[in-house]
């Protein structure tokens, strides 16, 4: 098993462009999500999905874009890339169920916006 | 809403010697459970472990210990006999039993251990 998946590992962006990071899993997890890491700011959770066709937004939404389409996959687009959207981005997966588990997540993809 | 809060934000220690990471933790819930992470400097998360919030055993794992006390609101995180290898940033977070799997991460810890 792969696991979780995050291309590009880095991105350069300019101000206004837009762009696709994207998150695949191969464990048949329900559950995807976004986080940004900041400093000083641990993770937030930016969008996140428990089940293909289902989405919703977490704690810092704004400027983001997401689809689930199939239960593997979770890409997250910004539309128009900002300064304050320069951080690292880490997806994550896990089981839904009666018991809460570990979330599993990728290695992450730091992007620059200038 | 919740919040979870990590007073140290950095520590230093010397190789060997023990350390104790601190969590405070609010939420007006009382089905919850807290989780630790690592993210040594390559980047990734890695899980350590999972409490729920009607299991105060504490835990020990090898080097590791988690010390959970509702009555404080606090899971900390002790590291015996410390090695150069658990240099790392150390997040605690919390989810809600009834939010699904969103958490809620506290700022993180840098930890340096020096030989």
């Known amino acids: 098993n792969a696991g979780v998946t995050q291309t590009p590992k880095f991105q350069v962006l300019k101000t206004g462009q837009s762009m696709t990071l994207q998150c695949a899993q191969d464990?048949?997890?329900?559950?995807m999500s976004w986080y940004r890491q900041d400093p000083g700011m641990g993770l937030r959770l930016i969008h996140y999905?428990?089940?293909?066709?289902?989405?919703d937004q977490g704690e810092v939404p704004n400027g983001y874009n997401v689809s689930r389409s199939t239960t593997e996959d979770f890409p997250l687009r910004l539309l128009s890339a900002a300064p304050s959207q320069t951080s690292v981005y880490f997806c994550?997966?896990?089981?839904?169920?009666?018991?809460?588990?570990?979330?599993?997540f990728g290695p992450g993809t730091r992007l620059t916006v200038t | 809403a919740q919040k979870v809060t990590q007073a140290q934000t950095e520590i230093s220690v010397v190789e060997k010697e023990d350390v104790t990471l601190d969590c405070v933790y609010e939420?007006?819930?009382?089905?919850?459970?807290l989780f630790w992470y690592k993210q040594p400097p390559s980047g990734e998360l890695v899980f350590l472990i999972r409490?729920?919030?009607?299991?105060?055993q504490n835990e020990i794992s090898g080097r590791y210990s988690w010390n959970f006390q509702k009555s404080t609101s606090s899971f900390n995180f002790t590291i015996t006999a410390s090695q150069v290898v658990d240099s790392a940033v150390y997040f605690c977070?919390?989810?809600?039993?009834?939010?699904?799997?969103?958490?809620?991460f506290g700022g993180g810890t840098r930890l340096m251990v020096k030989p």
């Open positions: 464990m048949n997890h329900e559950y």
């Open positions: 977070a919390l989810t809600l039993y009834n939010a699904g799997n969103m958490l809620t």
């Open positions: 409490r729920n919030s009607f299991d105060e």
């Open positions: 999905s428990v089940g293909a066709g289902i989405t």
């Open positions: 939420t007006r819930d009382t089905t919850y459970y």
């Open positions: 994550a997966s896990s089981y839904l169920g009666p018991e809460m588990s570990e979330q599993y």
